[in-house]
């Protein structure tokens, strides 16, 4: 395994070895509790059964009112296995509130942004909160993700990210129907081309063209519906995206059982192939 942009290697997760043959990743994204005074995730997500996946996505929203200090931090760590190498962890507008994103980088000692390529699998975490006015970071993940795609062998390229950045990619895309917010107006760097489809789907096009399978997976989902967007695009890039929200609907007296969907992949590492399903989150296994 070797990891980019790294200032120190996490620990490994106690399920991954070396003899495994098939590999299971989990993703989950805008995962709060909402308007929680104790700034925690999800109930339902503290009761998974993490340990059973490989790699666990998670793709931003984690908590509600953002990083409050190390107390958050430990708390994630004991639910999610933060600093675990195969914790990723895609920031989200609320988990940037306060501005605190330097305290997880030195609690997990590495940037926000970064790569890690594992099993012929290339991941990338994406941070799409970065501030406007800082182009020092913003420019260098900018510069980081051509770095990758330019040197890239991998057979398959995840980007992660917590915004839908690639709504306005292809004109029918059906973003709006699933997008919490407008993520189609973040801008990858300070420079013109700014948007994803100038400044980063080109990259992606020449890496499908190369024989690289593209997935973008975003977790800015689940508000205005459950089922979990799919789309594939006429290059072969597939973008997937799926988010939570029940805590949010009980809040305002929308009860009953909730249609949440996770994302899982299976990878099987013999025959190199990856395939992804929506499930339900309720169905997952618990502790």
Not at 157 to 163: A, E, S
Not at 198 to 215: F, H, R, S
Not at 248 to 256: I, W
């Amino acid at each position: 395994m070797m990891m980019l942009v790294l200032v120190a290697c996490k620990v490994q997760h106690p399920i991954s070895n070396a003899n495994k043959t098939v590999k299971h990743y989990l993703f989950i994204g805008h995962c709060y509790s909402y308007q929680d005074p104790n700034n925690k995730l999800d109930p339902r997500i503290e009761q998974l059964n993490l340990q059973q996946y490989d790699q666990c996505w998670w793709g931003g929203d984690l908590l509600f009112y953002g990083i409050k200090g190390k107390r958050s931090l430990n708390y994630l760590n004991k639910t999610i296995d933060l600093k675990n190498s195969n914790t990723h962890w895609a920031l989200g507008n609320h988990d940037t509130l306060g501005n605190n994103v330097h305290l997880l980088e030195k609690y997990t000692l590495q940037k926000s942004y970064y790569v890690q390529q594992e099993d012929g699998l290339t991941l990338m975490v994406l941070n799409n909160n970065i501030a406007n006015d800082n182009c020092k970071e913003r420019n260098a993940q900018y510069r980081l993700f051509q770095q990758v795609c330019d040197t890239l062998q991998s057979k398959y390229f995840v980007l992660l990210t917590h915004q839908l950045i690639w709504g306005k990619t292809e004109p029918n895309m059906p973003t709006a129907k699933y997008d919490n917010g407008a993520g189609y107006r973040w801008k990858a760097s300070c420079s013109d081309p700014f948007h994803f489809e100038a400044a980063m789907y080109p990259y992606l096009i020449e890496l499908q063209q190369k024989g690289t399978q593209v997935y973008v997976i975003s977790g800015d989902a689940g508000q205005l519906n459950k089922e979990g967007l799919a789309y594939t695009t006429a290059d072969g890039v597939t973008f997937l995206a799926t988010g939570i929200n029940h805590t949010a609907e009980v809040a305002f007296g929308r009860t009953g059982k909730s249609p949440d969907r996770a994302l899982l992949f299976e990878h099987d590492l013999t025959t190199q192939q990856l395939h992804w399903r929506f499930d339900m989150l309720d169905s997952l296994p618990k502790k």
